[in-house]
Structure formats: structure tokens, C-alpha cells
């Protein structure tokens, strides 16, 4: 079992073991980072987060709740209050603890965080279509495939589509009564 906790700059160093390749990080994160990830590429993603009262993004950590280690990293952003809707983004299972659950724990529990904390309609997130086992972590988590925007990222010498998924709080709902 994992609980998530609010990743702050203690956990840099640990993130940054994870990401050992310009492939991973680019999964990870898209362009929104270049190789080798450093701390001081990673201080400006933690500004106005996790505050439930103002912030636009929330930064988690999964932490195993047997062991007390860092497991995985799961950020929830793009808020829109207006809209009631959020986006996943850049989830991360520790390499060394991959196969084991992590990823759909860490799903359901920041999908429950916005429907149930913050109030949320809709939460979405994109995915690149090579990456199956986060496809497979996604759609056993419940989220729905909406569609795909081909060829949307290119890297190296080649080009990434991305499969875009979702879940609306009233299947949240139905998940939650089907499980009680």
C-alpha cells in the first residue's frame, strides 16, 4: 500500500536516481526538462504548489506505507476552477518497484484527491501510445481513452503520438459505489 505525500525539495535528489536516460525524462515530462535533470531544474516546479487554498498544482510523492520509502511521483495541475477539471501528469514508478500495483494506487488515490478534496469534473491526462504498461495502469484505474494526437512530439528521429484519457466525476462515483 502507498499513501501520497506532497513532494518537496528533499525528494530532488531521489526523482532524479529515477530518470537515468534523455528518453525516460522526455516520457516523463516532455519538453517541460532537458537531461540529466538537476535540482536546480526542478526548484521553479514546486513554486505555489500544493496549497489547497491558491494553487494550481498539486506535487505528490508515493510513499510505501510498510517501508516509509519513496516509491513513485505523481503531479495533479492544470486546475481550472471554472471548468472543475485538472490534469495528470508526469507519474513515475521507482524502476525498482515497478509491477507491483504502484501506478494504479497512485492513480486512484490523486483521482480521488480531485474529485473528493478539491471538487473536481473532469480529470484528464495524455500518455504516449509505445508507453503499455501506462496505458494498461490507466485504463484498469478507470480512465476512459478520448482519442489520439498523432505524431505530436518529435524525438530524436522519430515521432511520439499521444493517446489522451480521462475520467468525469460521476464514473468516479460509480467506481467508488461499485467497490463499497
Known sequence: MIR????????FDQLISWIDSPRLLMNWSGPMFNFPLTP?????????ANDLGSSEVFVFKAVDTTTGAAVGHISLGSLSPKNRSAR??????????RSRGIGQQMLTQVLRFG??????HRIDLGVYDFNEAALRCYTRA??????RSRDILRYDDEYWSLV???MLEHEWQARQAAVA
Not at 40 to 48: A, F, I, Q, R, V
Open 142 to 147: 478507470g480512465l476512459q481513452a478520448e482519442g
Open 164 to 166: 489522451e484519457m480521462s
Open 88 to 97: 495528470i501528469s508526469r507519474v513515475l514508478v521507482d524502476p525498482a518497484t
Open 40 to 48: 536546480d531544474k526542478l526548484s521553479w516546479y514546486l513554486d505555489g
Open 115 to 120: 474529485f473528493e478534496e478539491l471538487g473536481l
Open 4 to 11: 501520497l505525500e506532497y513532494f518537496t525539495a528533499t525528494d
